[in-house]
């Protein structure tokens, strides 16, 4: 048996800054992971926190993480070539085939892109990549993620990118995700899959009105954030009813999650 | 094979087994409790087996053992990582049958839930044998005959409890017979005693439905709970804790990895980085934590969580009864039951 | 013929002056306010039998049985003595009742027999003060009180003990939760701190309250086993100059507080006005005539303060001074 808490060093090979708040860190990375797993990241100054994998390659995992607390005023880019201590990946994860035949749906807002990037990604490699629908909401002009991915999307999927808010003259779709489901140019709702990710008000009204175009239950995926402090199923923090987040999900089916209660 | 023993002569066998094992066990902490010239119960490593306390409940339970309130799990620095060093001696652990209990559901979190057991708790757990101390009565509180955990048959090295000829012994670990016959007062059939009745009983519902999430039975604890979380660490089943890291360096690149023990009553245990947090309101955290004893945790590893010890009834500042609370949810669901058939019918 | 009272001695044996003529309220101690409940019945049978049926509770938790006739003082000082002898009353002549009214009811909050807070048994100490001090003519008011909450308002009093607890912490048992910094910074002064979550107290400014220790959910915050003091000086109300008392010792213990108190008899008895009207002179205007300094130089006179104690190098009053002004402001 090894020792599951201790983290090994990985190699920083690039980083990525979105926002004044957002960057994606290229870690060095060998081995299996997939996309809505999350590895638990040794953030100097800040401690272990659970970040979602934003992208995936041979060599390396990307991992968007947020400045907070102690970390905020610390230049990231002086980080490159040296490395942070974590470990994972953990959780399920996605199940990407799932998603690639037939009408998908994926609404995913804020810092909710990053684990479904690899998701949306795949979608837009598929052979009918226009009955792939992606809805990307971000607070603001200034916070949107994954810019560069966005514009490569909008050309090989169906692709809207809304604000919640913009200043006068913004020229982009303004609005919060859920209006633009009633009129996704669907041929089927009732077969058609939905992945919702984002905060819990968010995913919430989303759902219902998946619900309303016709979705099926057991057609629509989530992907729960909690604070979880080991990824292994033994801190507790994650727990809701009888499911860990941790190890049971994040990506719970919506007949599952529908049954958790905070 | 049972022994009965002097206090002197059950104080010379631990003495004895304290050159193999470290003993940890009540202790009655005289003027340390919480209010002046008061006591407290509390498990600690004895080095005097005089302190050894096995006539009063203990305010704390023993699962501190095997994860401290606080404990460093190893040090970080660069790139390097070393695990803390942990004593290399097998632990002879005193406690009740509810606590015996209670160790299994330890178990079942720390080593049967996820992929993966815990490293550190594995590291203590492999080191643990166990004294059983007896009850020849129920304490005030304890409801552990209305949740079966009253009783063991086994698991344990040999039994002590306060007996009217002295101290009685139920011996199983054959090994020691020699040092347990030399110290005995006298030889007699020693059967562990066990709390047969308890004055608090409580109900606990088979079945908890979803809507009993929405009763307003949780209301009340809104403003009667504080959000202390001493219910849940003096818990012998809870088992939640809280990762943080200490630095050595301005650059945070050095420094020690520990965990704290958390509560799912006190406020930022579900915080989430962005500013995220779930079950604000003490209700939802006092439903969070009931369902988990009663329910949630039975319908994942097939037993109750609770072991009935009542040590969080007699540890809360705001006299919130646990086990009242079981009972008030078994009338709730009970009451939506009966609704619902009205409804049918 | 017309009464011939010897006012003096009336109100030495703990009588007072009515402004009913021939009328007297008789004056009962009851150290730090607790007594039993069969003296409490006794007090009431005097008050049926020899008063107006009704009892005045005092300011400083003694009683006072009003509408006596001052010719049954000699029947309501036998009455007296079960209560005397109860409460342990030091007496000098069995039978005639108390044996000096000056140094007063020593007060005290419940202390730690009922509250949470308390740092110490406030009765324990107050009946040890009241035996050491009484009975004694000079005008003299002590009270206790069991923490910094200071609900016995002893800065009111010539000297007022307060108790502290010194903390106690555990780190190997603190989760960080920091209730005990939430508490002492919304209950206390807020001495403590968070450092590399854990907690850090400031030792300077934590008044020893224990707030922390009643808070504490893993009792990595503790009492300590040695109960401290902290002893403030010299507050009185009145006409001239009322005041509150000002810090004097802190992590005091109880030998030398009742060393300090006696010795203060003794600067009193050498240094107090004999113009005194009735020789009743507050202690604060005797140290404001003849300085700190004296009062110091005879009140730890012989007095072995333990380790951790801390003097006050000077103290300063305020308070509004009505013999220089009576302007409002």
């Known amino acids: 048996m090894s020792n599951a808490y201790v983290p090994s060093p990985s190699k920083i090979l690039d980083i990525i800054k979105h926002t004044e708040k957002e960057y994606t860190f290229r870690m060095e990375f060998h081995g299996s992971v997939k996309p809505g797993q999350f590895f638990e990241v040794s953030i100097p100054k800040y401690g272990e926190a659970p970040i979602s994998v934003s992208g995936i390659g041979s060599d390396f995992v990307d991992l968007t993480i947020r400045k907070v607390g102690r970390v905020t005023n610390e230049i990231f880019e002086k980080w490159i070539g040296s490395s942070l201590l974590m470990r994972g990946p953990y959780g399920n994860g996605f199940d990407v085939s799932l998603f690639e035949n037939g009408e998908t749906v994926v609404v995913a807002g804020g810092t909710g892109v990053s684990p479904v990037r690899g998701v949306i990604d795949a979608l837009s490699r598929t052979a009918d990549a226009k009955d792939k629908h992606v809805i990307a909401g971000f607070r603001s002009p200034d916070d949107i993620l994954f810019r560069k991915d966005l514009e490569r999307w909008d050309g090989l999927l169906d692709l809207i990118l809304t604000v919640d808010g913009a200043p006068e003259g913004y020229q982009g779709n303004v609005g919060l995700v859920t209006k633009y489901i009633a009129d996704l140019p669907l041929k089927d709702a009732a077969s058609a899959r939905a992945v919702v990710v984002g905060l819990p008000p968010m995913m919430k009204f989303t759902i219902i009105e998946f619900l309303k175009k016709g979705f099926q239950e057991e057609n629509i995926w989530v992907s729960q954030e909690r604070k979880m402090c080991c990824g292994l199923g033994k801190c507790g923090h994650c727990r809701i009813g009888s499911k860990y987040v941790c190890v049971d999900g994040p990506v719970f089916n919506y007949t599952e999650s529908k049954l958790l209660i905070d | 094979m049972g022994f009965i023993l002097s206090r002197e002569g059950f104080n010379e066998i631990i003495t004895q087994l304290s050159s193999k094992y470290r003993i940890y066990a009540p202790v009655l902490k005289k003027g340390e409790g919480r209010f002046t010239d008061t006591d407290v119960v509390m498990y600690d490593f004895v080095s005097d087996p005089g302190e050894i306390e096995i006539d009063r409940k203990s305010d704390y339970s023993f699962k501190n053992v095997l994860v401290p309130f606080s404990q460093t799990l190893f040090y970080f620095a660069e790139e390097a990582v070393k695990e803390a060093d942990f004593p290399d001696k097998d632990i002879l652990v005193f406690l009740r049958a509810c606590d015996m209990h209670a160790l299994r559901r330890q178990d079942a979190i720390y080593l049967e839930n996820g992929a993966e057991e815990d490293w550190f708790y594995r590291r203590v757990r492999d080191r643990l044998h166990f004294v059983l101390i007896g009850c020849p009565a129920s304490f005030e509180d304890c409801f552990c005959v209305s949740m079966g955990t009253n009783r063991v048959a086994d698991g344990y090295m040999f039994s002590v409890e306060t007996a009217q000829d002295g101290i009685a012994c139920d011996l199983h670990d054959e090994e020691l017979a020699p040092l347990f016959t030399y110290q005995a007062e006298a030889v007699r059939t020693v059967v562990p005693s066990y709390a047969k009745e308890n004055d608090t009983k409580v109900d606990v519902p088979d079945q908890v439905p979803l809507s009993i999430y929405k009763d307003p039975l949780w209301d009340e604890y809104n403003s009667r709970c504080i959000g202390c979380g001493r219910c849940t660490l003096v818990c012998p089943t809870c088992t939640c804790y809280t990762m943080e890291d200490i630095y050595y360096t301005d650059n945070g690149r050095a420094g020690e990895r520990r965990r704290v023990q958390a509560s799912c009553m006190i406020d930022g245990y579900s915080n989430v980085a962005g500013g995220g947090q779930y079950r604000k309101t003490k209700g939802e955290r006092m439903r969070f934590k009931v369902l988990h004893k009663i329910s949630d945790f039975k319908a994942k590893f097939g037993c109750n969580m609770c072991v009935g010890c009542g040590r969080c009834d007699m540890v809360c500042p705001e006299y919130i009864s646990f086990s009242n609370c079981i009972n008030k949810t078994a009338a709730a669901v009970r009451a939506q039951a009966e609704g619902k058939e009205g409804e049918q019918a | ?329």
């Open chain 3, 1 to 329: 013929m017309g009464r011939d009272i010897n006012v003096k001695k009336l109100k030495k044996n703990a009588f007072r002056i009515s402004k009913v003529r021939g009328e007297t309220a008789s004056r009962i101690r009851i150290t730090g306010g607790k007594i039993s409940a069969k003296s409490m019945v006794k007090i009431a049978e005097i008050a049926e039998k020899y008063g107006d049926g009704t009892i005045f509770i005092t300011n400083r938790q003694g009683v006072e049985l009003l509408g006596i006739d001052m010719g049954k003082m000699d029947e309501v000082n036998q009455a007296l003595q079960p209560i005397i002898d109860d409460m342990n009353t030091n007496q000098e002549e069995r039978g005639a009742g108390y044996p000096a009214s000056g140094t007063r009811n020593v007060v005290a909050c419940p202390g730690s027999a009922l509250c949470p807070y308390a740092c110490y048994d406030t009765t324990d100490f107050a009946r040890k003060m009241e035996d050491m001090i009484f009975p004694n003519n000079l005008h003299v008011k002590i009270a206790f009180t069991g923490c910094s909450n200071d609900c016995a308002k002893v800065r009111m009093d010539d000297f007022g003990i307060i108790g502290m607890t010194e903390p106690q912490y555990d780190m190997s048992r603190c989760i960080g939760c920091e209730q005990c910094v939430k508490y002492c910074q919304k209950k206390s002064v807020g001495a403590l701190r968070v450092v590399n979550h854990k907690i850090v107290r400031d030792e300077n400014l934590c008044i020893g309250c224990g707030v922390c220790a009643v808070y504490c959910p893993t009792r990595a915050w503790t009492r300590s086993k040695e109960h401290y003091f902290r002893v403030v000086l010299l507050g009185r109300t009145g006409k001239k100059n009322p005041r509150l008392a000002e810090d004097f010792l802190r992590w005091a213990d109880e030998e030398s507080i009742l060393k300090i108190v006696k010795n203060t008899y003794a600067f009193v008895e050498e240094y107090i006005d004999p113009q005194a009207i009735e020789g009743k002179e507050h202690i604060g205007y005797i140290v404001d005539r003849v300085g700190f300094e004296e009062f110091m130089k005879w009140a730890l006179k012989d007095v072995q303060l333990n380790e951790k104690a801390q003097v006050a190098s000077r103290v300063y009053w305020g308070g509004k001074h009505y013999d220089r002004s009576n302007e409002l402001i």
